[in-house]
């Protein structure tokens, strides 16, 4: 039996892992597919941070996936015919969209199974992704200098350097705090 899911798979993770083991006891040979960048942005509004052809040799070396098929278009019926699926395993996300629906008219229409798996609570890649700006340096900068913009009353349309700003004596901005260094940079 054939076993299929779909997803993109950005930042790969235990919650990832399960559900391809999961979909491993459930046939015998489990098939991915890898939504592409352009897939992914038609309905959220963020590329992926790991592009597309990495996605797919990270779940290639996965001992519990058999075949990694990318998907250019937003719809799933072309993969389950080309794979001849006999099980589509989707999220608890799954909803009344055309895409969704078609997908679910056709497996129904051969006989087919749908599984629908609840997701890990343990992680998720927008979790991640969320916790790593959480603790970048660079939030800290970023929220300093939107507090010096908000201080400085800047109106939309205005350029930062329109304003009086501190630059170092090559002209370059300084970081609030920071001294010049020595040396080239």
């Known amino acids: 039996m ?15 892992l399960a559900l391809l083991e999961y979909c491993a006891t459930l046939g015998d040979t489990v098939a991915v597919g890898v939504a592409s960048d352009r897939v992914v942005n038609s309905y959220k509004p963020n590329v992926p941070v790991i592009p ?11 001992r519990c996936v058999d ?19 006999d099980i589509f395993v989707i999220g608890e996300d799954w909803d009344n969209k055309p895409h969704n629906i078609a997908v679910e008219s056709y497996l129904k229409s051969e ?24 603790q970048s340096p660079i939030k800290n900068y970023i929220e300093q200098a939107n507090g010096i913009v908000r201080r400085r009353n800047i109106e939309p349309g205005h350029e930062l350097n329109d304003y009086p700003s501190r630059t170092s004596s090559h002209g370059r901005m300084q970081r609030p705090g920071t001294t010049k260094a020595a040396g080239p940079y």
Do not use: W
């Open 111 to 134: 006989g087919k199974k749908i599984i629908q798996v609840l997701y890990n609570p343990r992680t998720s890649s927008t979790r991640i992704k969320q916790n790593t700006i959480d």
């Open 2 to 16: 054939i076993v299929y899911t779909v997803g993109t798979f950005d930042l790969l993770h235990v919650g990832h």
């Open 52 to 62: 597309l052809d990495q996605r797919e040799e990270m779940l290639k070396a996965l």
């Open 67 to 85: 075949i990694v098929r990318p998907y250019h278009e937003l719809e799933y019926v072309s993969g389950c015919k080309a794979l001849n699926v």
